[in-house]
Every structure is written in C-alpha cells, then in structure tokens.
C-alpha cells in the first residue's frame, strides 16, 4: 500500500545527510550494513532483507528504534521497508502477527534516529506511525510516549556527546539531560533520565516510579516539551484564534469543540454533547459504530478548520471530555487513535489537553474553573484520568504563552537485534 499523500510529501522534504557518530560511523554510513550477521542473514534466506533494530517500550506505547543511515536517503522508499517491519498492511485480520506490532494504534509506531542538525539538540528523530490495516507511513505528528524512549536509546547507540550532561544527586543516582530534536513537529524535547556509574554510564531504568499503565516500579523519565504550542499546524495554541468552535455533529446536531495544538494537535468535545453522562470503556466506545463514526467526522471537520488535511489519520486525535468527579483528578478523557479507542491516552494529547485546560475560554478551562476556580497563568500541573490510569501534566503559562509542558514516563530497551522485512 501506498502512504497518504501528505506522509509522502513530508518524506519528500530534503533533509542535509550527516554520517553516525562514534561508535557507529565506521559500521554505518551506507544504506545497506555490513556487519556479519546481517551478510549471513542475507545468504541463508534469499529475499528476506532485515536491518539493525532496537525494540523498547517508551511510557504506554512500545516499538522499533532505527538508525537513519540504516534507511534509504529518500524517506518516499521507507513504506516499503517500516510497514512489513510492523506486519502491516492487515486488512483482514489486524493482528500485525507477521511484524513487530500488536494490531493497536500504540504498539504500531517507530523511532528513527539520526544526529542533529542543530546545535541546540544532541540527537534528532522523527516518529512513524505505521497503519495496521492499511500500512500508510504517516510522520504528520510527534508521540509523546515514544519520545521518552529516545534520549536512553540515543544515549546508548553513541549519538550522545555526554561530556557535561551527567548530575550526580545526592543520594548517589546519576542523571543525564539530553535535548532531541523533533523532526515531525521542529520542536525541542528535553529529556532527563537515570543512567549508571562506571565509564559506560549506561541508561539505568531501574528505580521506585509506578506509571499508571505500565506493570513494576522503573526509574523516571522526565520529559520537557519546550515551546509546544503550534507543533502541527504552525497557527499557536488555538488555530482558529477561538477557544470554542461550533462543529456539526450526527443527524446535523451543533457539537461545541475546542481546537488546539499544543505538542499535538487535538479536538476536545464534551462527551454530553454526544449523548454520553459518563465516561465508557474502551471497549464500549468500539462496539458503539454510531459513536466512532461521529467522533470520526468531527475529527475531520476539526482538522479543516484547522488547516490540516483530513486525509491524515494520525492527526489531528479526538478526544471526549468528562468531568472527573470521584476519580482523584482534574479533568477525564476518552481518547481516538487512527480510528481506534485508545487504551489510556496518547502523551502528546495529554500534553495538549494539559494545556488546554490553562487556556482561557476552552472546554477544557471551563471544567476545569468549574471543579477548581483555578487561573492561568504561572506553573500548576493538571492531572488527567485515563482509561488505564493517571497522568500529570506541568505546564508553564506566561503572560498568556505556553513556554513548556512537563511530564513523567518510564522507558526500557526490550530487545536489540535485527528486524527482517
């Protein structure tokens, strides 16, 4: 299968080649590697093709790691190498059970590294969101969850100078802060994580943080999203200049949505405005066609008011709002992912919902003055319930702006090996 227009056209952008650092430079720097076992794999099966990979899990997604240098120069030849990876496309089934996804919007997602263009980051990378159904390549959107994976596994590969980026707290953990340039959205994350002692400093997941989602205690991941506001349509936080815009909903209805783009960009509607006092389940929002097809066609609405192809399945997401009484937090949401219910919530929609809910005039400002009677500016974290859980999202307003949005994640490399296609 073909990617949509809009993924082609972002893969068609140039982009200027620089060769890996040490200790990958010598190894690879041509499309095809040379090592060994790569060769042997090639001689005991004709046909199959396989290239260096990383598998890791980054907050409640997990995924491939890939070298650039690894890949074609033209990312218009990446569909036909990153979607069978996935074992993707699956029209029938939508199990991904011949790749290394798991037939979920979450676990359908890559992470190709490649060194940084930019003196203000350490490493870049752009993240994939491959189709199950269709194998579509889209890169219209970053994903938070997958990026907390991204300084430990640069950190690890080489692509990390690391001279002056280790702290040494006082009870002895070491930390390291790296800055990644996202290629999908031109924006900087910065990220801060455990690594261990010894020369090799080597990213060090263990530690005493639960994350809502993910089984066991890991060390934190802390993620600085830094001047989020605009990262998908270029238009600031609210692309249309309006806190609130009327949308058209099943049988000719009137939905109030507020449109955002703040890390990603995201359509938040009442969940009342769809029929619903409570917030379902996963699987309840599935065997609800009639919903998804209007949650569908609101998103695609949103998405041209806001300047974005509606085409485009990964962004921008939908998201339904339900107060959050009785549950500890702030705000509730149900969440859309290239047409499926999300399992907990999508970090960068976090990000963005965070954000929302300290801009006045939004949906989510006014259930959130309606609970607490908070105000907007200054720094105060907003935390979100989720189908699977919590989520606090730290976000900074200045004088009206965004500056920075922060939040926790776990991360762990699971595998390191090759990936046949």
């Known amino acids: 299968m073909r990617p949509s227009t809009s993924a082609l056209a972002f893969m068609r952008r140039p982009r200027p080649h620089t060769h890996l650092p040490t200790p990958f430079r010598a190894s690879y720097t041509t499309i095809t590697t040379t090592t060994a076992a790569h060769a042997a794999a090639a001689h005991a099966a004709p046909g199959l093709r396989s290239l260096p990979a990383w598998f890791v899990r980054g907050g409640t997604s997990n995924g491939l790691v890939l070298r650039s240098a690894d890949l074609p120069s033209s990312r218009s030849s990446w569909p036909s190498i990153l979607?069978?990876?996935?074992?993707?496309?699956?029209?029938?089934?939508?199990?991904?059970?011949?790749?290394?996804?798991?037939?979920?919007?979450?676990?359908?997602?890559?992470?190709?590294?490649?060194?940084?263009?930019?003196?203000d980051a350490h490493v870049a990378y752009t993240f994939v969101q491959v189709g199950i159904r269709d194998g579509t390549v889209d890169v219209a959107g970053n994903c938070g969850n997958m990026s907390s994976a991204v300084g430990p596994a640069a950190w690890d590969m080489g692509y990390v100078d690391r001279r002056g980026l280790v702290s040494t707290e006082g009870d002895g953990t070491r930390w390291a802060t790296t800055r990644l340039l996202n290629t999908n959205t031109n924006k900087i994350v910065e990220a801060r994580f455990r690594v261990g002692g010894g020369p090799r400093m080597e990213y060090c997941?263990?530690?005493?943080?639960?994350?809502?989602?993910?089984?066991?205690?890991?060390?934190?991941?802390?993620?600085?999203?830094?001047?989020?506001?605009?990262?998908?349509?270029?238009?600031?936080?609210?692309?249309?200049?309006?806190?609130?815009?009327?949308?058209?909903?099943?049988?000719?209805?009137?939905?109030?949505?507020?449109?955002?783009?703040?890390?990603?960009?995201?359509?938040?509607?009442?969940?009342?405005?769809?029929?619903?006092?409570?917030?379902?389940?996963?699987?309840?929002?599935?065997?609800?066609?009639?919903?998804?097809?209007?949650?569908?066609?609101?998103?695609?609405?949103?998405?041209?008011?806001?300047?974005?192809?509606?085409?485009?399945?990964?962004?921008?997401?939908?998201?339904?709002?339900?107060?959050?009484?009785?549950?500890?937090?702030?705000?509730?949401?149900?969440?859309?992912?290239?047409?499926?219910?999300?399992?907990?919530v999508p970090l960068t929609l976090a990000l963005c919902l965070g954000a929302a809910a300290r801009t006045e005039g939004t949906l989510a400002w006014e259930m959130l003055r309606r609970r607490a009677g908070r105000g907007v500016e200054g720094r105060e974290a907003v935390r979100i319930a989720h189908p699977s859980g919590m989520v606090d999202v730290d976000t900074t307003v200045v004088d009206g702006e965004i500056k920075a949005a922060k939040l926790l994640r776990t991360a762990r490399v699971l595998m390191k090996g090759e990936v046949f296609y």
Request: aromatic share 2%; net charge negative; with cysteine.
């Open 205 to 344: 997941p263990t530690g005493g943080y639960e994350m809502d989602g993910v089984p066991g205690k890991q060390s934190p991941v802390t993620l600085s999203f830094l001047d989020p506001a605009g990262a998908g349509t270029g238009r600031g936080a609210l692309p249309t200049g309006r806190p609130v815009d009327e949308l058209r909903g099943g049988e000719g209805a009137t939905v109030r949505a507020s449109l955002v783009d703040v890390g990603n960009p995201g359509v938040f509607v009442e969940g009342r405005s769809l029929g619903l006092e409570a917030p379902p389940s996963p699987a309840e929002v599935e065997a609800d066609a009639r919903l998804k097809r209007s949650l569908e066609a609101l998103r695609r609405q949103g998405a041209a008011m806001m300047g974005m192809d509606p085409d485009t399945e990964s962004v921008p997401k939908v998201v339904m709002l339900f107060p959050a009484d009785g549950q500890g937090a702030d705000l509730c949401c149900r969440a859309m992912s290239m047409g499926l219910a999300h399992r907990a």
């Open 83 to 119: 979607a069978p990876a996935m074992g993707s496309p699956d029209p029938v089934h939508a199990r991904q059970l011949d790749g290394m996804g798991s037939g979920a919007s979450s676990t359908s997602k890559l992470i190709v590294l490649s060194p940084s263009t930019t003196p």
